[in-house]
């Protein structure tokens, strides 16, 4: 049985920084794609950034330069570095696989509520 489970979110001042961490289970972590999305209240769910089993990542504009995406494999654990954080990066953060996509059906965690505000 696949499962993620988010931790690490909070309440941080706009400039801020925070580092979110998921714990996967259930499946070969070292070979697969892993990714972060995030959603915002009213909102779909999207896409933040993927990690590959290389550990090559991409990221959409909107959290390029500002976001970093790591893995540790010996911990089954995926990271997201979170720097000069915004009010519109305040969302629940989840972790799934990449092919899942922000919008796919499957076994979702109950996300870490991130709050960027003053």
């Known amino acids: 049985q696949v499962q993620f489970v988010e931790s690490g979110g909070g309440l941080v001042q706009p400039g801020g920084s925070l580092r979110l961490s998921c714990k996967a289970s259930g499946i070969r972590f070292n070979e697969r794609d892993v990714a972060w999305y995030r959603q915002a209240p009213g909102n779909q769910r999207e896409w933040v950034a993927t990690i590959n089993n290389g550990g090559s990542s991409v990221y959409p504009i909107d959290v390029k330069g500002r976001f970093t995406i790591s893995r540790d494999n010996a911990k089954n654990t995926v990271y997201l570095q979170m720097n000069s954080l915004k009010p519109e990066d305040t969302a629940v953060y989840y972790c799934?696989?990449?092919?899942?996509?922000?919008?796919?059906?499957?076994?979702w965690g109950q996300g870490t509520q991130v709050t960027v505000s003053s």
């Open positions: 799934n696989l990449a092919t899942i996509g922000p919008t796919g059906s499957g076994s």
